[in-house]
Nanobody, 120 residues
């Protein structure tokens, strides 16, 4: 059974930090690219960060570049999102996503999300 389980969300003051984790099971995690997305209240879901299967390539949205860091530990089947200098506009549900394209086939798995609230 494929599972992606996020953790680490919570309430934090502006300027604070949080570290999100997402642990995968039920599929070969190490060959999947991993993504973090978020959906703020009343807004569409947006990609936040991505990391290639081997960890050698990372990308960030302009809104989080320089503040967030994505990393992965393939031995632990886990991807992380270190979030620093948090702002109220970072408040959202954060989702972990695993994606792989294998020829004509696409494999696209999602977690249930973890809430991040930035407020004083």
């Amino acid at each position: 059974q494929v599972q992606l389980v996020e953790s680490g969300g919570g309430l934090v003051q502006p300027g604070g930090s949080l570290r999100l984790s997402c642990t995968a099971s039920g599929f070969t995690y190490s060959v999947f690219d991993m993504f973090w997305h978020r959906r703020a209240p009343g807004k569409q879901r947006e990609p936040v960060a991505s990391i290639s299967s081997g960890g050698g390539s990372v990308n960030y949205s302009d809104s989080v570049k320089g503040r967030f860091t994505i990393s992965r530990d393939n031995a632990k089947n886990t991807v992380y999102l270190q979030m620093n200098s948090l702002k109220p506009e970072d408040t959202a549900m954060y989702y972990c996503n695993a994606f792989r394209q294998d020829g004509p086939y696409e494999y696209d798995y999602w977690g249930q999300g973890t809430q991040v609230t930035v407020s004083s």
